[in-house]
């Protein structure tokens, strides 16, 4: 595919004698710190990756909360593999990288769960509108992406700005 973009880019340039680099904007962009965290090592052994659907101990918080409609069961990852994942693991919600700034290393179980971006009422992620200026959870039960992290993980999910490469 590597080859095929590359190609295509020439064809670009050659056909229709455009010109493209990228250069760094200041765009927002999720950072992951670490508050307290609420972590819980993982066992080396198991393969890394996430699910989803409820953990091994099979509890299920969607069923006493339908909003709550996403659950991820993350195995053996990294707080870095978690940041680089997030952005196709929670449709709607991260459209750039994250930036893991915890300093976080070890590798850990959990499980996430949070309500999709369709269902929240007080609109998009990172928008103060919370009467402390966060982004507080719904009064319909339902909890954004970056309250899931910071209320279940002891994380904290910040939208800022900080440059990222654009292409021009």
Not at 99 to 117: E, H, K, M, P, R
């Amino acid at each position: 595919i590597d080859d095929l973009r590359v190609m295509l880019r020439n064809l670009l340039i050659e056909r229709f004698k455009m010109k493209v680099h990228t250069e760094d904007r200041p765009m927002p962009a999720y950072t992951l710190t670490a508050l307290k965290p609420k972590l819980q090592k993982a066992d080396p052994a198991n393969r890394t990756g996430c699910k989803e659907g409820p953990g091994d101990d099979g509890k299920d918080p969607r069923i006493a909360n339908p909003i709550l409609s996403r659950l991820m069961s993350c195995h053996n990852m990294t707080i870095a593999q978690l940041a680089e994942q997030l952005q196709y693991l929670a449709n709607g919600y991260v459209h750039s990288p994250i930036l893991d700034q915890t300093g976080l290393t070890d590798a850990y179980d959990f499980t996430l769960s949070f309500s999709a971006i369709g269902v929240l009422q007080n609109g998009l992620p990172g928008q103060e509108t919370g009467p402390n200026g966060t982004n507080s959870s719904d009064p319909n039960g339902g909890i954004s992406l970056p309250d899931a992290v910071n209320k279940q993980l002891g994380l904290k999910m910040e939208l800022v700005k900080r440059p990222l490469p654009v292409l021009v």
